[in-house]
């Protein structure tokens, strides 16, 4: 309900199905005592507890780590990370200069809105196979409209990741699923139209987390820290430098297509003091 009385419901209270600090006595997470039941608990499993309200442990736990760990990369040249750098070279604050790394890292083509729109697309296409489409016409529509997130890469048509995340999913036997099916039979319509759209971390990630019941909004809430544990060591070795000699940038690499240089006039009399 909108208008006022939303505004009167809500005042000097907070109707919440997530949790409270009972402060000095307990806290309550998404209906478990935080402390007498929880306290044991992985921090990964407990961060999605606290999205989905789902416990993941033993094997599922297992594959949620490895696929924020297989993309951890202290690479100070990778977009978001430059920023941590960046950060660390001006001398700000690890809180600062994480976070803008981390609101860097939503970004549409290579960074988090990929995951979302792939795990809806793999939602959409099971979905509809359900229904008894096929696989293929759905792929020929979803292109009609635009492009399939998750398949090609900028750099590399090759994703290095990949293989590693596929063996410990096979090791973990979470490698049957119908979205990583899905996936692999997707990446083969794609690269029958051009050997460069290779599936990516996108899409591979997408389908094991669709496959483990995550939906649109949690895979973007999920997908949030995957760069994060590569951007401390960045931050901190650029704050290790002498201020503001992370990737200076010379006259010559700025490509300036204003006035050609000039000469100044002569002033033609002295200027009285």
Known sequence: MNGPQALVDGADRLVTRMGQAFVGTRAVFRGHDLHAELRHLDWMTLYVLGI??????GAQQRLLHALW????YPD???????TAALAGSARSTPGLGIAAALAMSEATIYGGHPYVSSIDFFIRARADEEQGG???????????GGRIYGYGRPIACIDERLPWVLGIASELGLDGGPHLRIALEVERLLLARSPRLRMNYAALMSALCADLGFSK????????PVFLAGMPPCFIEGAE?????????SCAHIAYEGPAPRRWPTPTHTPQP
């Open 52 to 57: 989905t309200g789902r416990l993941y442990e």
């Open 69 to 72: 760990v297989c993309t951890s």
């Open 76 to 82: 100070a040249r990778i977009w978001n990370n430059r």
């Open 134 to 144: 096929a696989l293929d016409s759905f792929v020929e529509a979803e292109l009609a």
């Open 217 to 224: 909004t949690e895979m973007h809430h999920f997908q949030l």
């Open 241 to 249: 430098r002498t201020p503001g000699t992370v990737f200076p940038l």
